[in-house]
Each structure stands twice: as structure tokens, then as C-alpha cells.
């Protein structure tokens, strides 16, 4: 993997997007399978809208792993230290989700140089369904 | 699922614990069928020593996915507003993963209740996976 250079970098910069999906029902199960999150809204629709749910649902989590790989794209795991985000919206099986990411700040601690990026995900609908944050570390 | 009640909590009080695992390499396969981050370094011993790795290793976002199951296995995941992690240590194929949290404070804006929760996810080896905060909503 080809690392960003944190000299190249400013403020507002875009880093390279990711689009994931259609997401089927395979992935869910998938997911569910790995986590352990079994929860029959992400598998069953008729579970889902007892539970007061339009229908069948992505865990968010899943979501979130989706920005995850925007991240691990970008510069291998270890040297994300830190990420946030917020559930703002909810995906649907079908649904198309791309991730982006803008450079928040750059800062320079003694021996790093840290990223922060602001991040979101969002359905092809233009619903939003994750806002967040990401710290990264760049080395020389 | 018995929502637990605002009024009952505390700071300082516990939610209830999880231990998952051992995590086990068909997991890792899942995780990169489900999310779609098939880095070898969380497949192939060999290609993780290559990335300078002792071996193969957990994915991050896997990691933080068990946290997330702590959270849902407390209250729905659309109450769960907000949600980060430190990646402080790493897992590897074998490890149990025990999360847990505490409540770290108790915030009443208009409308609704937040608790903010401290999380924290530990190999049994003693390592410190994940460090985190979530931010809950809770109804009356």
C-alpha cells in the first residue's frame, strides 16, 4: 500500500471514497455470524417490523466497519488510533453506502504526525447514515 | 429485552459483561465476507509476518464490533447515538475478548435521558484491546 504523505496533505482535503453495496442479505448474515449479533432484525423482516421497523435492517456496526475499510484503504490498521461516529440513519438491504473523508486538522505531537479526519457514510437515497471521526498516525 | 432504567442508574455502576470467543479464523472469514476487508494480515499467518505482524490478526473493526454487541445486548441499537474506540492492543486467532462498561455520567437534555458509558475490551491475557466511550439514549 502506497502511504499518504503527511506533507502533501491540508486542510479539507478529500481522501479516496469507498462505495459498498448493493448490500445483500448474505452480508448480513455474514456479519452476523462474526460478531455474534444474531439479532433477527438484521435477518428476519417480519421480526424486524414487530419490532417497529420498516423492515429488515444493517447493523450499524456493519456500517461502521464499511467506514472502518475507508480507513484500512488509506493506511493500515495500526496506525488508526482513534474513531468515533455517530447513528444518525439506518440502511436497508439494496442499499449502496459510500464513505468519505475530509482532513479536520493536522496536528504534531513529539514523534508522530496525526490526521484528524472528519467522516460519513451515506445511502445512494442521500440519507446519512454515519457521521464520525478518525485519528491517524503518519510516520516520515 | 428488558430496557434498563434510567432512574436505577448510577455513576460508577456496571452494565452486564461479555466474553466472546475464542475467536477463531472462520470468524476472521466471515468479518472479511461481511465488510469486505480481505487484508491478508487477518487470513494468512504468512502474509502477516511479511507486514511485520506476529502473525495473523483480528480485525480492528471485529473488535469493535463485540464492543457494539455489548451495547445492543443493554438497549436497541437506535438508541446508541455515539460511539468511538481507541485501538490500543491487538487479538489474534485464539484470544477471548471480554467487553465491558461502566457508567461514566448521566446527562438529562430536553426529551431524553443519556447515560454516557466508559467501554473497555480485553484479551484474557490481560491486554487491553479497545478503549471507548458510547453515548445511550434512554426513554420512560
Same mark, same amino acid.
Request: aromatic share 0%; charged share 10%.
Given at each position: 500500500m502506497e502511504q499518504p504523505e503527511y506533507s502533501n496533505l491540508s486542510i479539507g482535503d478529500s481522501i479516496p471514497s469507498l462505495t459498498v453495496g448493493p448490500i445483500d442479505r448474505a452480508q448480513l448474515a455474514l456479519f452476523a455470524g462474526a460478531s455474534?449479533?444474531?439479532?433477527?432484525?438484521h435477518l428476519d423482516d417480519a421480526a424486524a417490523r414487530e419490532g417497529g421497523l420498516p423492515g429488515t435492517i444493517v447493523h450499524g456496526m456493519l456500517n461502521m466497519a464499511f467506514l472502518g475499510r475507508l480507513l484500512t484503504q488509506w %493506511?493500515?490498521?495500526?496506525?488508526?488510533?482513534r474513531f468515533s461516529s455517530r447513528f444518525v440513519g439506518m440502511a436497508f438491504p439494496g442499499d449502496e453506502v459510500t464513505c468519505s473523508a475530509t482532513v479536520k486538522s493536522l496536528e504534531m505531537p513529539p514523534g508522530e504526525n496525526r490526521v484528524v479526519l472528519d467522516l460519513s457514510a451515506q445511502a445512494q437515497?442521500?440519507? %446519512?447514515l454515519l457521521k464520525g471521526s478518525a485519528t491517524i498516525v503518519l510516520f516520515d
Open positions: 455474534g449479533d444474531h439479532n433477527p432484525i %493506511v493500515p490498521q495500526q496506525q488508526i488510533q437515497s442521500g440519507e %446519512v
